[in-house]
Nanobody, 125 residues
């Protein structure tokens, strides 16, 4: 079992920045792929960014490339999502996910077996 706890969400102005954190506990050695998904108002949960925990390789959805950065601190079992140049369109509940497979592309939510409770990000113009 793996437990994931997100933090760092909140409110921000357009153009601002936020950093989300996801701390994993339990059988973390099995986490080969970790990442962030989001669900906006009236939308489905979509992938934002994934990281291959073995080598730190990152995968992003096109809309956040150049603005969001996913990183990890393996010693702390923590994955981060640095979000810059925020705009209201990124307002959503952000969820951390983990899986025992190597992520080679932006995978669908159903692929992941472990989820955090989510952290809300709200950006105002």
């Amino acid at each position: 079992q793996v437990q994931l706890v997100e933090s760092g969400g909140g409110s921000a102005q357009a153009g601002g920045s936020l950093r989300l954190s996801c701390v994993a506990s339990g059988h973390t050695d099995s986490n080969k792929c970790m990442g962030w998904f989001r669900r906006g108002p009236g939308q489905e949960r979509d992938g934002v960014a994934l990281i291959k925990t073995d080598d730190g390789g990152a995968i992003y959805t096109n809309s956040v490339k150049g603005r969001f950065t996913i990183t990890q601190d393996k010693a702390k079992n923590t994955v981060y999502l640095e979000m810059n140049s925020l705009n209201p369109a990124v307002t959503a509940m952000y969820y951390c996910a983990a899986g025992p497979f190597v992520c080679s592309r932006l995978m669908t939510p159903r692929t992941f077996g472990y989820w955090g409770q989510g952290t809300q990000v709200t950006v105002s113009s």
